[in-house]
T-cell receptor, first 116, second 116 residues
Framework: EAGVAQSPRYKIIEKRQSVAFWCNPI?????LYWYQQILGQGPKLLIQ????????DSQLPKDRFSAERLKGVDSTLKIQPAKLEDSAVYLCASSEARDRGNTEAFFGQGTRLTVV | AQTVTQSQPEMSVQEAETVTLSCTYDTSESDYYLFWYKQPPSRQMILVIR??????QNATENRFSVNFQKAAKSFSLKISDSQLGDAAMYFC?????????????FGTGTRLKVLA
């Protein structure tokens, strides 16, 4: 079974530039998450999709961050314009949407963003 | 809102010895899941072990076991016969069973060093 795919693995941009990250979840997983992980901290949820609808985006800085999940499969996360404080690892994860049984979240390898 | 606290930023253990990582959480829900994830330098989060709150029996996976104290809202991870490959960041995570949002909430992590 293929895992969660993310690209790119690394990105360096200047502040005020824009950047986009891509995620392909595990086939059949209805729920997709984007997490921001600042160095030395735990992952913080930015946005959660169920199929192609947004379930939770309460911690997404909507003035500069946007995300979409077209057709309920792939997802992109965009930052425009980037700030120095956006330097972090961006993790994508997916899981089955169910109350019981297999409730594990599967993670991609993440994208390390450096804003200079 | 649910919170997860890991009070040990860093722990060290001698190879072949046993180490326990601590985690406490706060929730008003009665049914939920708790997880320990491992994040090696490659950044990919890997599930180590999972505990279902409605099960009283502590989960065990080979050298990894948990001590789940529901009343105390405590969920510690014990690693027996520590190996060099166990060196990584370990994150405790919470997910409600019937939350309807399936949001995973992470602690700040514990860095485990294994000494040869």
């Amino acid at each position: 079974e293929a895992g969660v795919a993310q690209s790119p693995r690394y990105k360096i941009i200047e502040k005020r530039q824009s950047v986009a990250f891509w995620c392909n979840p595990i086939s059949g997983h209805a729920t997709l998450y984007w997490y921001q992980q600042i160095l030395g901290q735990g992952p913080k949820l930015l946005i959660q999709f169920q199929n192609n609808g947004v379930v939770d985006d309460s911690q997404l800085p909507k003035d500069r961050f946007s995300a979409e999940r077209l057709k309920g499969v792939d997802s992109t996360l965009k930052i425009q314009p980037a700030k120095l404080e956006d330097s972090a690892v961006y993790l994508c994860a997916s899981s089955e949407a169910r109350d019981r049984g297999n409730t594990e979240a599967f993670f991609g390898q993440g994208t390390r963003l450096t804003v200079v | 809102a649910q919170t997860v606290t890991q009070s040990q930023p860093e722990m060290s253990v001698q190879e072949a010895e046993t180490v326990t990582l601590s985690c406490t959480y706060d929730t008003s829900e009665s049914d939920y899941y708790l997880f320990w994830y491992k994040q090696p330098p490659s950044r990919q989060m890997i599930l180590v072990i999972r505990q279902e709150a409605y099960k009283q029996q502590n989960a065990t996976e080979n050298r990894f076991s948990v001590n789940f104290q529901k009343a105390a809202k405590s969920f510690s991870l014990k690693i027996s016969d520590s190996q060099l490959g166990d060196a990584a960041m370990y994150f405790c995570a919470y997910r409600g069973a019937y939350s309807g949002t399936y949001k995973y909430i992470f602690g700040t992590g514990t860095r485990l060093k294994v000494l040869a």
